[in-house]
């Protein structure tokens, strides 16, 4: 390996500097996440630079270009071994995480995927759209930016997804490659039609009431549902997938119109007969000991843990699980407790354990229900009839 300093004789001329910045802001790239691992520890960063060199190596060749002042830089070249995850159209909390947009750092960047390892040991996250598995064989120095080769040691593709995009510094969906949702290609009902998305936890409690309201009042409107996670509903949003959208007021972005619905209030869930459960209210303090069932989706997973590290506490977290059920279940279960927002009509797990819900002692920020469409795309007249019917729902 090979590290040299490009120091240029004449300091570069702002103008042109600013100019070739937005230029390149207009070049459509794919969004990364380098990983890597070893004796210098686990670290990740976002980048944008991520190229194909050459197929006719040894291995197969890439480089990447990573800042040098971004720690790891220097973490990735006494590794070794770096891998780059390229990001599907629902990713983009990840590309945010390890960009530092939320401000999490070290290992704790890593609790917003599920993640697994190649032939190198660097981190790969287990669905994403792309990774190549390398081994660092040169670097250099130029300008600003190290430039990092890689041979690439094994390759992991999804074989299904589009890839997340970053132009004009935003987010988006190459909209060619992307595949329409089977409606679009249905002739259009007499009473139009309605792309709904809704965020998986509380889709089943708000939109069966919602839909056969909808159904009364306006019986030959067709309506296609979309339950999936945040990243899911944003990115069908600004593919255009989607009209509007139920989901959570959190890391929403500029080009997303949102009109406030409801606050949901955390509260602790509890197996019954447990001795916390006999309590009018529960700090969070009392629960440090015990084990906490996270619901592992992005944005739930992050909130939850904002209310313990906004005070200085970590939680000793038992078990991870994207399932809103599940988490019931293993709290019915007794192998822990939970944090959540939404609360179902009833006090029983699938299989029947009984639970108990307790509110927090202390003021804790609420999470918010909001209706969310994009910014540049009107509203339809359908997506508005959806938007009254939400006001008056809430409202009552």
Not at 36 to 62: E, F, K, N, W, Y
Request: aromatic residues 8%.
């Amino acid at each position: 390996m090979s590290a040299s300093s490009s120091n240029p004789a004449a300091a570069p001329d702002p103008a042109l500097r600013q100019q070739f910045l937005l230029g390149m802001s207009h070049a459509a790239c794919t969004v990364n996440v380098v990983t890597t691992d070893g004796a210098a520890g686990r670290h990740g960063v976002t980048v944008s630079a991520m190229v194909s060199v050459s197929a006719d190596t040894p291995q197969p060749t890439l480089l990447v270009c990573i800042h040098h002042q971004s720690p790891v830089v220097a973490a990735l070249l006494e590794n070794g071994v770096f891998c780059v995850n390229v990001l599907r159209e629902d990713q983009a909390h990840i590309s945010d995480r390890f960009a530092g947009r939320d401000g999490v750092r070290g290992a704790a960047k890593f609790d917003c995927a599920r993640w697994t390892t190649q032939v190198t040991g660097a981190p790969r996250v287990v669905d994403s759209l792309v990774a190549f598995d390398c081994r660092v064989t040169a670097s250099e120095r130029v300008g600003s930016h190290f430039v990092v080769f890689g041979s690439v040691h094994d390759i992991f593709v999804a074989g299904a997804g589009a890839p997340l995009i970053y132009a004009n510094r935003a987010y988006g969906v190459p909209q060619q490659f992307h595949a329409r949702a089977a409606w679009a290609d249905r002739p259009a009902p007499a009473g139009g039609s309605l792309a709904l998305g809704c965020f998986q936890t509380f889709a089943p409690y708000v939109v069966p009431a919602l839909l056969a309201r909808l159904a009364r009042m306006h019986p030959g409107m067709a309506l296609t549902l979309l339950e999936a996670d945040q990243g899911r509903l944003l990115a069908g949003l600004r593919s255009g997938d989607l009209d509007v959208a139920l989901l959570y007021d959190f890391g929403l972005g500029a080009d997303i119109d949102r009109e406030p619905l409801a606050e949901l209030s955390p509260y602790v869930l509890l197996p019954q007969g447990h001795a916390l459960a006999t309590s009018g209210a529960i700090a969070l303090e009392a629960l440090l000991p015990e084990p906490l069932i996270l619901l592992d989706l992005e944005p739930s997973r992050d909130y939850f843990l904002s209310l313990f590290r906004n005070r200085g506490f970590e939680p000793r977290i038992g078990h991870r699980t994207g399932s809103f059920e599940m988490v019931r279940g293993l709290v019915g279960h007794g192998l822990g407790y939970s944090l959540l927002a939404t609360k179902p009509a009833n006090s029983m797990s699938y299989d029947g354990r009984a639970l108990v819900t307790r509110p927090l002692t202390a003021a804790a920020r609420n999470s918010r229900l909001v209706l969310a469409n994009l910014a540049r795309r009107p509203m339809s007249a359908n997506a508005q009839l959806f938007a009254g019917h939400c006001r008056a729902f809430f409202a009552a």
